[in-house]
């Protein structure tokens, strides 16, 4: 059954972050597309490495539509939006799409928070929102790609307090699968 973003509306809130700024909370809507391109333009180049594993110099109008066009089932994403210059911005982004003919329930995970608003707590409580979201739609496991410098990711796997498992995949690189369903 395919949920629409209206559906999703009670997954809407503000949450105020560490440092006090205020950030809202929403499932992503296909009219995010121009604004995930604005967010990429405001990340840095090691933000973007350590998310994609390659360095990118934006996202293509194909490639947004894609990440903004989620189903709100086998694939979400939920945002952090604030405003700035009397227009919307988006500064975090958390989704997960479900792997298609693999494991039932498992499904792919990634996170990324603009540069400005790392460290003050977003990224956590999008990723809990996305894990409890997702667990309601029938997945039961997550991977995630991540590469060993990325400090922030593997602590917050490893202080999730979820059971994991990890192997490497190629020479700095670490496939992580985290179980939801025990």
Partial sequence: ?????????????????????????????PDDAPRLQEGFAHL?????????????????????????????????????????????????VARY?????????LAEAAIIVRDDYQGAGLGKMLMKRLLQYGHQQGVRALVATVHSSNARIVRFITKSGLPFEKKML????WEFRIRLDS
């Fill in 44 to 92: 840095s180049t090691q933000s973007i490495y350590m998310r994609f594993l390659q360095a990118a110099s934006g996202l293509s109008d194909a490639q947004a539509q894609h990440f903004a066009t989620v189903d709100y089932v086998d694939r979400m994403a939920l945002v952090g939006a604030v405003q700035e210059d009397g227009m919307e911005r988006l500064v975090a």
């Fill in 170 to 173: 190629e020479p700095g690189v």
């Fill in 1 to 29: 059954m395919m949920c629409t973003a209206k559906e999703t509306s009670s997954h809407v809130e503000t949450v105020k972050l560490m440092d006090g700024r205020m950030v809202k909370l929403r499932p992503i809507q």
């Fill in 97 to 105: 799409g479900t792997i298609v003919g693999g494991e039932p329930g």
